[in-house]
């Protein structure tokens, strides 16, 4: 899995047009569930469920809270899943478990 950190709101959608199949990680810096959750994405992106997919990662406190209301995002951490640009699902905080069959489902 390649893990990549967008750093504004035209290359977050620069990578989801270039990247196929895009799990994103909207996160904060200093959230509890998303440092948790980092532990199970790191396992997924070691997984062979992983592979081929990409891992977004985009930071509140660097893109804005203005670009999470604009995408809808009421919580972090959350994560989505985009399959050719598109958002196919939006997850809560889950288990590498949980994740990877997302990936599988919706991927």
């Known amino acids: 899995m ?3 950190d967008a750093t504004t709101p ?6 989801l047009a ?3 199949r895009v799990l994103v990680d909207f996160h904060k ?5 998303c440092r948790m959750l980092e532990m199970s994405l790191h396992r997924v992106a070691n997984s062979a469920a992983g ?3 990409t891992l977004l990662r985009v ?6 809270e203005a670009f999470f ?3 809808g995002l009421r919580q972090t951490p959350t994560l989505s899943l985009f399959r050719d640009g598109d958002e196919r699902t939006r997850l809560a905080v889950q288990s590498p478990q949980q994740i990877e069959a997302a990936i ?3 991927l």
């Open 2 to 4: 390649q893990i990549i």
């Open 10 to 15: 035209e290359q977050f959608q620069q990578l």
């Open 18 to 20: 270039e990247h196929p």
């Open 29 to 33: 810096d200093q959230c509890p569930g």
């Open 51 to 53: 592979q081929g997919t």
């Open 59 to 64: 930071q509140l406190e660097v893109l804005g």
């Open 69 to 71: 209301r604009e995408l």
């Open 104 to 106: 599988a489902l919706h």
